[in-house]
């Protein structure tokens, strides 16, 4: 089981933003920005480019409507969508609330923000979805 299939489970605690019965949207623990996301599919797929075409076609819709979501309660010039999957064995797309093109930089130094902070944060996204 991988540790975001166990944060879908429940059994791992997690910054919940958005949800439907196929994918799950979770606070980053280490954002980049604030607001940044991760949308996973409950099924448990290593990479994004062997979903098969109807649940990649599903997940990027469920982004849509998380990047939406995400810019309302944070206003920015764009929501940014990286996939990257070097770290965690188990499909996801990055979402990061973009001011300029460094907000996607993933070798800078991330965000540490108290859990009230990350809990306000997904509550305001999750109002938003
Ligand atoms: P990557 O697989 O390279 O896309 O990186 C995995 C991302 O998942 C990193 O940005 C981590 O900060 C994030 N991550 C890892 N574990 C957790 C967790 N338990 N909760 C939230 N985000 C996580």
Redesign the pocket.
Known sequence: MT?FSR?IAGE?P?YKCAEDDRFYA?????PVAKGHT?VVPKQEVDYLFDLDDETLAAMTVFAKRVAKAIQQAFPCRKVGMAV?????NHA?I?LIPLQSEGDMDFRKEKLQLPAEEMQAIAAKILANF
Do not use: K
């Not at 979770?26 to 280490?30: E, R, Y």
């Not at 990257?84 to 965690?88: H, Q």
């Open positions: 540790i944060i791992i997690s979770f606070l980053d623990i280490n991760l990257l999957g070097l770290e965690v996801h990055h």
